[in-house]
């Protein structure tokens, strides 16, 4: 049905709404944002950017647009892990209004609905907590489609031109909408979506120069660095270099922790799917051929980390939104007495069935008897929801007992996606196993800098004034940590004519030197280890956010002079 011309007036309850759910976004990407150590993939680029900041000549990555953002950001407020993450955290909060720009043919409800749902999705949560492009490229050119729409020139190029700055990620999202709107450019006819015949040459040049000005004034950081623009040219080379690696090893495990983190959107999604394409719903089905899109070219793409298939969010939460709305559209209920009851069923029992097999896959020393009475508690109170849900359908009533069903799967399916929102924004216990990025998590740094600034201060007087070598050692995550002492260095090799007062070096590496050393082992990163993990392990790390993990260890040698009672030979 073509309901473009719905009216684009926000209502005052409307604009509450949104005003509630902006600040919801806010809070669950900006809480704890600088609390968090950078991991190397982070580091990396923030390195780049405080170089850039100091106005030192530094070889940028692709992502132009976050690294003179943060520059800018470092410049004014200094170096820090909020500063690094400030500029996607905001950009991703932004993504909840992105809803307002497609909502003549979604529906007043929906695009609510959706809002609300890309607030609380986790890897949308998880992509605006990440310090790089992803969040800017993403916002960006959906921004730019949405005003392009709605012929708004101005905007839509600031919005693209932001986008072409956001690295290599944005190559697989103009990709996805060239093919997207090649499909199906005859249904965006019906719909009148994306059509230019009421633009005018003056109009699209003003689009154009825009989005060049755009794109120009952000990779040059305002003209002072010009080869900023130069990254542009490398993000387009890296996507190239991406396409046909499929993720090898980690493309099973990563999908199979995305499908957990979006399970209850991907359920609706699904129903939702289903129930458009029979009844030839011709947004569902564009929605529909989007998350198609994204999916294959997630997968034909490089992987690190479940957050690299943030570009099927926005379609799989539309999908998911759509059918919401359909569900709470039929309140009326015949018997309340039966949806109660099959509503308290569904969610009691299954939370007894999952109870007992968190039992089973956490206790290893379960004799053999109590096993076989984990699985009968596991398996049972499944049995026993089918057999009671049959016959509250068959003796009472089958639609009451139905929207019963789905009321308490919807809210199972809430606490689910709550649980995964809470932790993909670094609200959990155990942030080190989260698999945003797949990079280590430093969750050495607060030891390993302690003994550091101690040292230092015992030493010279200052937290930061000692001098320490890196040997051996390429690990953004240590540099960027270290970032703010004095007399750091790094070496590929250790020279024996030299003693500084710090050596760091990695676990396999022995100093010979004519001065002294004692060392200190420290865990610096560890990552879940997804080639030993079993099902039980997914188990529980779908639930508790426990894995057997890789580990990255240092050693930190300090010279013997430096503590009381020692002198050098």
């Given amino acids: 049905m073509n309901n473009h011309k719905t009216s684009t007036v926000i209502s005052p309850p409307y604009t509450l709404a949104y005003t509630v759910i902006l600040l919801i976004a806010v809070g669950l990407r900006f809480a704890l944002l600088g609390s968090h150590p950078l991991n190397d993939h982070e580091a990396k680029l923030a390195l780049q950017a405080l170089a850039l900041g100091r106005g030192q000549d530094v070889l940028l990555a692709g992502e132009p647009g976050y690294l003179a953002l943060t520059a800018a950001n470092f410049f004014v407020f200094g170096a820090s892990n909020f500063m690094a993450r400030a500029w996607p955290a905001l950009i991703g909060s932004l993504a909840v209004l992105l809803p307002l720009l497609f909502r003549p043919w979604l529906g007043r409800e929906t695009s609510l609905l959706l809002a609300f749902f890309i607030a609380m999705d986790p890897i949308l949560i998880g992509t605006s907590r990440i310090a790089d492009g992803s969040a800017l490229a993403m916002v960006g050119l959906i921004g730019g489609t949405g005003f392009l729409i709605m012929k708004k020139p101005v905007l839509s190029g600031i919005c693209l031109g932001a986008a072409l700055t956001g690295g ?325 090799g250790y020279n024996p004519n030299l003693s500084p007062s710090l050596i760091l070096t990695g676990i396999d590496q022995n100093i010979s030197s004519s001065a002294s050393y004692r060392g200190q082992k420290f865990l610096w990163t560890v990552k879940p280890d997804l080639a030993v993990m079993q099902f039980n392990d997914w188990i529980k790390w779908a639930f508790f956010r426990t894995a057997p993990v890789e580990q990255t260890e240092l050693i930190l040698w300090a010279r013997n002079d430096l503590f009381p009672g020692n002198a050098t030979p």
């Fill in 168 to 492: 290599s990620q944005i190559w697989i999202g103009v990709l996805m909408l060239t093919v997207f709107v090649a499909i199906g450019r005859q249904t965006l006819a019906r719909l009148s979506i994306l059509s230019t015949g009421g633009w005018t040459k003056r109009e699209w040049m003003t689009t154009a120069i825009t989005t060049a000005v755009t794109l120009i004034v952000i990779s040059t950081l305002f003209f002072t660095n010009p080869v900023g623009i130069s990254a542009v040219g490398s993000s387009l080379a890296d996507f190239f270099a991406s396409l046909g690696d499929i993720g090898g090893a980690q493309l099973p495990a990563m999908g199979a922790a995305w499908l957990w983190m979006e399970l209850p959107v991907f359920v609706l999604a699904m129903w939702a799917l289903v129930d458009g394409l029979l009844r030839k719903d011709e947004v569902t089905r564009l929605l529909g051929l989007w998350w198609g899109l994204a999916l294959v070219l997630a997968l034909v793409t490089s992987m690190n980390g479940v957050d690299h298939f943030y570009w099927l969010a926005f379609p799989l939460l539309g999908l998911a939104a759509k059918q919401t709305g359909a569900l709470f559209r039929q309140r009326s209920i015949e018997n309340r007495l039966v949806f109660i009851s099959e509503l308290v069923l569904v969610v009691a029992l299954t939370v007894f069935s999952i109870m007992n097999l968190m039992a089973l896959v956490n206790n290893v020393y379960l004799t053999g008897e109590e096993t076989r009475n984990r699985i009968i508690g596991t398996l049972l109170p499944i049995i026993l929801l089918i057999v009671l849900t049959i016959l509250l359908s068959w003796g009472w009533s089958t639609s009451s007992a139905r929207k019963g069903f789905i009321a308490g799967m919807l809210v199972l399916f809430t606490l689910v996606g709550l649980s995964n929102s809470w932790k993909a924004a670094g609200l959990g216990s155990r942030t080190q196993y989260e698999l945003g990025i797949y990079e280590g998590y430093p969750i050495g740094q607060a030891p390993l800098m302690a003994t550091i600034t101690d040292i230092s201060r015992w030493n010279t007087g200052y937290e930061k004034r000692i001098d320490i070598l890196l040997v051996g050692v390429d690990i953004p995550s240590l540099e960027w940590a270290l970032r703010d002492f004095e007399r750091l260095s790094k070496e590929s």
